[in-house]
T-cell receptor, first 114, second 117 residues
Framework: AQSVTQLDSHVSVSEGTPVLLRCNYS??????LFWYVQHPNKGLQLLLK????ATLVKGINGFEAEFKKSETSFHLTKPSAHMSDAAEYFC????????????WGAGTKLIIKP | NAGVTQTPKFQVLKTGQSMTLQCAQD?????MYWYRQDPGMGLRLIYY???????DKGEVPNGYNVSRLNKREFSLRLESAAPSQTSVYFC????????????????FGPGTRLTVT
């Protein structure tokens, strides 16, 4: 079965420093991978998605993620954190084995220090 | 456009009571979903409707029923609420189910926080 492991439950960075949120997945088929963001007391929003095109995917608000099949990873990065990036981030996998249902990681809470 | 709306925002139930969570979307989307979100866990799919007139079970359907009332509306019913159903419930919609071997982007409502005592 597919699964997603987000390696850190919390990540704390200073404003202006790089962000790295780590995600490993397992999938027997060609997966689609997503990052969603949930700001406090708000719904979820798609940041970016990978669907077997370019392995480096650019998303909204300066975020990007790189699909590495050999490492089964899809880490999310941003060169310079902003206070408005404070939120919870979810890595999500989907493939035909799950009938394309989204399988969600447990989430990483990103804390931005001033 | 309001996007995806959910009612109510908050609800407290006693064990054994029933209730229906309402969801509506104004984006003319074909597919709709119900998820639950529990602390320390990712979202889990309860039921989905790939198109009007169809519904299917997701990962955690026990204790729930759904109705796709029309293209816009998708409701979730708890017939006899249990404390284990205390959670935040999200409704989502997407243009369709799958394209070119990948799911469409899902758009989420603001959630309903349900407490069962």
């Amino acid at each position: 079965a597919q699964s997603v492991t987000q390696l850190d439950s919390h990540v704390s960075v200073s404003e202006g420093t790089p962000v790295l949120l780590r995600c490993n997945y397992s999938s027997s088929y060609s997966p689609s991978l997503f990052w969603y963001v949930q700001h406090p007391n708000k719904g979820l929003q798609l940041l970016l998605k990978y669907t077997s095109a370019a392995t480096l995917v650019k998303g909204i608000n300066g975020f990007e993620a790189e699909f590495k099949k050999s490492e089964t990873s899809f880490h999310l990065t941003k060169p310079s954190a902003h206070m408005s990036d404070a939120a919870e981030y979810f890595c999500v996998v989907s493939d035909r084995r799950s009938n394309y249902q989204l399988i969600w990681g447990a989430g990483t809470k990103l804390i931005i220090k001033p | 456009n309001a996007g995806v709306t959910q009612t109510p925002k908050f609800q407290v139930l006693k064990t054994g009571q029933s209730m229906t969570l309402q969801c509506a979307q104004d984006m003319n989307h074909n597919s709709m979903y119900w998820y639950r979100q529990d602390p320390g866990m990712g979202l889990r799919l309860i039921y989905y409707s790939a198109s009007e007139g169809t519904t299917d079970k997701g990962e955690v359907p026990n204790g729930y029923n759904v109705s796709r009332l029309n293209k816009r509306e998708f409701s979730l019913r708890l017939e006899s609420a249990a404390p284990s159903q205390t959670s935040v419930y999200f409704c989502a919609s997407s243009e369709a189910w799958v394209t070119s071997g990948s799911p469409y982007e899902q758009y989420f409502g603001p959630g309903t926080r349900l407490t069962v005592t």
